[in-house]
């Protein structure tokens, strides 16, 4: 019977692939004909599930990953002082003393049990879980983060959403073997926030992540306690971490290794456990969404049990925060959406359903844009078991206002200064035509620091959509054309770091690019597709005249060989010796210290600011288009203009100079430390020109 089963489950899978491969996609993340992205249906109906059918839904309870301590919290004394080269003021910092938390996490391997009686799933966790322990650290103190590679495949960690330097960002082939440990520097300093760190490694990220290296990093700033939001980590302030996964016909994890087009799971995991359920009180609770599944997509709703597919079903809640922080004001709505990567935090109301059962649901006809194709329970998420009356009286509220969202403001009017093409050629996921193996020329834009940029995001195919992810920026979303399709409220309220891309579909961000200079990638964070090899690079590039470049000099080349992860012997990580003993972590995160790598950062946005006030104006491009043109020009015929300098009399010699300066400057620092892999080609000179495909440099202040 279990042979039977098996093979009954092998040839559906190979059924289902074929569509796939073919185009055909049964596709829940895209969602219907309504506001949601949208793909191709391959019937009006459900199909069967590939994994064994799961006895235990809404029967285990949800489980809350835990709150990592700092292994160490070291004292510095800092005395910083740096001269403004704008303003020519002296910036001083009274002596003080900085305190930052060390963490260290092993990458290791562990199994868990998904089914009774069969046998467990072979995972890889940071500590050796999945969701890895959550990070919870102030806004405003620095962290040092070893990671410890215990398992059997290369790491390279990125923490999304952070603007951490070039070499601490995660640059997929800056990658940590088995046996390795890196120490990973971060600043802390942005908005209050929930980022996640999780593996970036090149062409096995989706494989390391979907095997669990994934975890949860929240900013807390103490300033945010004032609106008096539900509070209580574990408490009434609820991580909520999704995914979707397969399991073969024996209980173990299905594989992504030789998936080219996506992996939607059949099996819905909320903080890894499969269909968990929650005790609650009648009050209100904060659940901050991260979607970490490999591909899959969600339209969320909240519906009571009772009243399952009734009319007026959906139930109320508000939106307080997305990506990078809290919105300026919350945003009601019936449903969600939140693809791969993107972050929601909600206030649900659950006082109006006291001894009564809710469900957090899924993509059914969510405010007109239903999925009517997927497998049989992936349209249930969890349950909420609400008590008939809570610990204490619920204090909590939800102001109006929340905050005043730091949007990049540009001085003139707003102009489209990049165009980047997502589609699928040759059996490759690419951008503009170039994969991430293309190492000679997957630099894709240099952006001069400091400058507010519009990147035009368009995906021209109808089959397949991609949640867009770029480094190191917060980025508005201001604009989006695809008929009965928007930028929703919550998109448009707050800052994000991942843009959800529909097919056929064509995205405005703003971004300003800052505070740092150096390497950054951006790429879809549907893993299959950023695997294989929907991934780019741009340069923030520095400003000759600028100053405060001393402070940048290690932190350009993301394979700074500085940086980079070292050996290490088993006996020393188990005996706390050699660079596991005290006195050499602290030593190590004094090292980082001294760098001064975040430093003055408010002080250098100011000057980044009157920098680009009084600048003459810059060299322009063809390539430069403005909005009302982008949104009457037709995607098909739409290509890229080459470069071509308009300068006035009054500002020719000065930016000629200064263009050619931060030309040089790039093609001096990105030179030949980023290293080749299996599937990517050395680099031993120099960059090449780039600027058939460049806007540079185009500002927009």
């Known amino acids: 019977m279990v042979l039977f089963r098996c093979?009954?489950?092998?040839?559906?899978?190979?059924?289902?692939?074929?569509?796939?491969?073919?185009?055909?996609?049964?596709?829940?993340d895209d969602l219907g004909s309504g506001s949601g992205p949208q793909t191709h249906h391959l019937a009006k109906r459900k199909h069967p599930n590939l994994s064994p059918d799961y006895p235990l839904m809404f029967q285990v309870p949800l489980p809350i990953p835990p709150l990592k301590q700092p292994s160490r919290i070291v004292k510095v004394p800092t005395l910083t002082n740096v001269t403004s080269p704008i303003s020519n003021l002296t910036h001083v910092n009274s002596p003080t003393v900085k305190q930052?938390?060390?963490?260290?996490?092993?990458?290791?391997?562990?199994?868990?049990?998904?089914?009774?009686?069969?046998?467990?799933?072979?995972?890889?966790?940071?500590?050796?879980?999945?969701?890895?322990?959550?990070?919870?650290?102030?806004?405003?103190?620095?962290?040092?983060?070893?990671?410890?590679?215990?398992?059997?495949?290369?790491?390279?960690?990125?923490?999304?959403?952070?603007?951490?330097?070039?070499?601490?960002?995660?640059?997929a082939e800056d990658t940590t073997a088995p046996g390795e440990y890196k120490d990973y520097y971060y600043p802390?300093?942005?908005?209050?926030?929930?980022?996640?760190?999780?593996?970036?490694?090149?062409?096995?990220?989706?494989?390391?992540?979907?095997?669990?290296?994934?975890?949860?990093?929240?900013?807390?700033d103490p300033a945010e306690d004032a609106l008096n939001l539900p509070s209580g980590y574990g408490e009434y302030d609820i991580p909520l971490v999704l995914a979707a996964k397969q399991y073969n016909a024996d209980g173990t994890l299905f594989s992504t290794i030789g998936e080219r087009i996506s992996l939607w799971g059949d099996v819905i995991h909320v903080n890894g456990q499969p269909w968990p359920?929650?005790?609650?009180?009648?009050?209100?609770?904060?659940?901050?969404?991260?979607?970490?599944?490999?591909?899959?997509?969600?339209?969320?709703?909240?519906?009571?049990?009772?009243?399952?597919?009734?009319?007026?079903?959906?139930?109320?809640?508000?939106?307080?925060?997305?990506?990078?922080?809290?919105?300026?004001?919350?945003?009601?709505?019936?449903?969600?959406?939140?693809?791969?990567?993107?972050?929601?935090?909600?206030?649900?109301?659950?006082s109006s359903y006291a001894g009564q059962t809710i469900e957090l649901r899924n993509f059914a006809k969510a405010g007109g844009a239903g999925v009517e194709d997927d497998y049989e329970d992936t349209d249930?998420?969890?349950?909420?078991?609400?008590?008939n009356t809570t610990t204490e009286p619920d204090t909590s509220l939800i102001p109006r206002q929340l905050r005043t969202v730091p949007f990049p403001r540009p001085k003139t009017r707003r102009k489209i200064n990049q165009h980047f093409k997502f589609h699928r050629a040759n059996g490759q996921w690419l951008i503009n035509g170039v994969g991430f193996a293309e190492a000679n020329n997957r630099i894709l834009s240099?952006?001069?620091?400091?400058?507010?940029?519009?990147?035009?995001?368009?995906?021209?195919?109808?089959?397949?959509?991609?949640?867009?992810?770029?480094?190191?920026?917060?980025?508005?979303?201001?604009?989006?054309?695809?008929?009965?399709?928007?930028?929703?409220?919550?998109?448009?309220?707050?800052?994000?770091?991942?843009?959800?891309?529909?097919?056929?579909?064509?995205?405005?961000?703003?971004?300003?690019?800052?505070?740092?200079?150096?390497?950054?990638?951006?790429?879809?964070?549907?893993?299959?597709?950023?695997?294989?090899?929907?991934?780019?690079?741009?340069?923030?590039?520095?400003?000759?005249d600028f100053g405060y470049n001393n402070l940048s000099a290690t932190f350009l080349d993301p394979m700074e060989p500085k940086w980079r992860a070292k050996p290490f012997v088993m006996t020393d990580f188990q005996a706390r010796t050699g660079p596991f003993?005290?006195?050499?972590?602290?030593?190590?995160?004094?090292?980082?210290?001294?760098?001064?790598?975040?430093?003055?950062?408010?002080?250098?946005?100011?000057?980044?600011?009157?920098?680009?006030?009084?600048?003459?104006?810059?060299?322009?491009?063809?390539?430069?288009?403005?909005?009302?043109?982008?949104?009457?020009?037709?995607?098909?015929?739409?290509?890229?203009?080459?470069?071509?300098?308009?300068?006035?009399?009054?500002?020719?010699?000065?930016?000629?100079?200064?263009?050619?300066?931060?030309?040089?400057?790039?093609?001096?620092i990105l030179t030949t430390r980023l290293q080749p892999t299996t599937r990517s080609l050395s680099i031993t000179k120099s960059w090449p020109s780039t600027a058939s495909r460049l806007t540079m440099p185009a500002r927009l202040t």
């Open 7 to 28: 093979l009954k489950l092998m040839a559906l899978a190979a059924a289902l692939r074929y569509h796939l491969a073919a185009g055909h996609v049964l596709h829940q």
């Open 100 to 171: 930052v938390h060390y963490y260290e996490i092993e990458i290791k391997p562990f199994q868990y049990s998904i089914y009774p009686n069969l046998s467990p799933a072979n995972l890889v966790g940071y500590d050796g879980i999945s969701p890895g322990p959550t990070v919870l650290v102030p806004r405003g103190t620095e962290s040092v983060v070893r990671f410890v590679n215990n398992a059997h495949a290369n790491s390279s960690v990125h923490l999304h959403g952070s603007y951490s330097r070039a070499p601490f960002d995660g640059w």
């Open 188 to 220: 802390n300093q942005q908005a209050a926030r929930m980022m996640w760190y999780h593996d970036h490694a090149v062409h096995i990220t989706a494989e390391n992540a979907y095997m669990g290296q994934a975890g949860v990093y929240l900013v807390h």
């Open 277 to 350: 359920y929650l005790s609650v009180e009648p009050r209100k609770y904060r659940f901050r969404f991260l979607n970490a599944a490999v591909s899959r997509s969600f339209a969320l709703y909240f519906v009571k049990t009772s009243n399952v597919g009734g009319l007026n079903a959906k139930l109320p809640f508000k939106v307080v925060a997305s990506d990078s922080g809290l919105l300026e004001k919350p945003v009601q709505v019936s449903y969600m959406y939140i693809s791969m990567a993107e972050r929601y935090e909600v206030v649900f109301d659950f």
């Open 380 to 387: 249930k998420v969890m349950r909420f078991v609400v008590a």
């Open 446 to 544: 240099n952006v001069p620091r400091g400058t507010v940029e519009i990147w035009e995001l368009e995906n021209t195919t109808d089959g397949w959509s991609h949640p867009i992810h770029v480094h190191l920026v917060d980025f508005r979303v201001i604009w989006r054309r695809r008929e009965g399709r928007r930028v929703e409220k919550y998109e448009s309220e707050g800052l994000k770091d991942v843009v959800w891309l529909g097919r056929e579909e064509t995205v405005l961000v703003e971004a300003h690019y800052a505070p740092w200079d150096g390497v950054y990638m951006f790429h879809c964070h549907n893993l299959i597709h950023e695997d294989d090899d929907m991934m780019a690079a741009f340069n923030v590039t520095a400003l000759p």
């Open 581 to 668: 003993s005290e006195e050499a972590i602290d030593d190590t995160v004094r090292d980082f210290v001294a760098t001064d790598a975040y430093g003055h950062v408010d002080e250098i946005r100011e000057d980044l600011e009157q920098y680009w006030r009084t600048a003459n104006e810059p060299v322009r491009s063809t390539s430069t288009r403005s909005l009302s043109t982008s949104a009457q020009s037709s995607s098909s015929t739409r290509t890229q203009s080459t470069t071509t300098s308009r300068l006035t009399n009054t500002s020719r010699s000065t930016m000629t100079a200064r263009s050619t300066t931060i030309k040089q400057q790039s093609t001096q």
